[in-house]
């Protein structure tokens, strides 16, 4: 025996058999047709209203993030919108690569003795002559930088009263061991 | 069942998408891409239409089409594509109601809103004057907007199932992992509630 909920909802959608339609529509009289007729109405309005397409918030970038972890279940880089590169390309795009990151490795050694001899090239530190030795006021910026990868970052800071700026590298795995400052 | 509905593709439509889902299935990571653009705005629709919320409904549909991609080898072309990518839509959907619905221990209970509106009882329109006809398209979207954010998500998810999708009682069963008696129940009060929050509309 199904619950009155059941009983309803079925035949609302006319899912009963003829007799027990019948039934239900015979115990709930005139207002079983009016409710049938509120539910109809209510069925258009919901699929009128509920659009079955929805424009997408910052699609580019859904299609990028969505790629992204594609690739990294591929275990592969690429992107699968780019064309494959070809290897000589690659090759060449490495070997620049590696020469700014050597490059900035010897920057990060070299910075606090630059900054009495003045003269980076890849990464700038400003100096501010005036405030200098001041405690808590030692200006660090850089202004240009190219580490060479999406996983290698620096930053500038200062350690309060030792006139010395910090070039800080993240994510290079080693230090040529020719490297000196 | 019935087919979510959607606008069936023409037949060059069809052809164009049976290749990128050929090539997407053979590895093509572009071909992939194609059909992420060709369906993102009815998948994103289709979670936001049961949850109401556009950040999580972007981060689900993500999802979507991440299983989408590490499942594609199983897809047979038995449904449309759409179908398919749907069904994976909304048993993530209906896996991320549950979850939100445990961690937030907000346990749903049909009997709490037997008080609110008894089973027999009629939904006859209140004494509300103005009709339907004299409201704004927009004005009813949105009046349709707040009454099913009235609904609890579990009201929520079987309506939208059945009214707009046309799911039958027993996938809706099978997904929401509970009887169909539970599943008409749900339904049963979830019209209810619309109707009597929607009444001077219908």
Known sequence: ?181 | MREPSSPSLPADDAAAEATLITRAQAGEHAAFDALVTLHRHKVYATIYNLIRDEQEAWDLAQDTFLKAWKSLHLFRGQSSFFTWLYRIATNLTIDWLRRKRIEGGTAFDDAVRLEEIEPGSATAPRPVPSPSRALEHREVGRRIDEALALLSPEHRTVLILREIDGESYEAMAEKIGCSVGTVMSRLFYARKKLQAALNDLL
Request: proline residues 7%.
């Open chain 1, 1 to 181: 025996m199904k619950r009155f909920e059941e009983q309803h909802t079925a035949w609302l959608d006319g899912l009963l058999p003829p007799g027990e339609a019948a039934e239900v529509a015979a115990r709930l009289g005139e207002e079983g047709a009016a409710e049938a007729a509120r539910h109809t109405r209510l069925r258009a309005l919901l699929k009128e209203h509920l659009p079955q397409e929805r424009p997408l918030p910052q699609a580019d970038f859904f299609q990028h993030r969505l790629r992204e972890q594609i690739a990294a279940l591929s275990g592969e880089m690429a992107t699968p919108s780019r064309p494959a590169r070809p290897v000589w390309r690659w090759r060449l795009w490495s070997a620049l690569c590696g020469g700014a990151v050597a490059a900035l490795v010897m920057t990060a050694l070299t910075v606090s003795v630059k900054n009495e001899q003045g003269g980076i090239t890849l990464a700038e530190v400003e100096w501010n002559e005036e405030e200098a030795g001041k405690p808590g006021f030692y200006d660090a910026e850089i202004l240009e930088a190219n580490p060479g990868g999406p996983t290698i970052s620096a930053y500038a800071f200062q350690t309060s009263g030792q006139n010395m700026a910090v070039l800080w590298l993240d994510g290079l795995d080693y230090v040529p061991a020719d490297s000196k400052p």
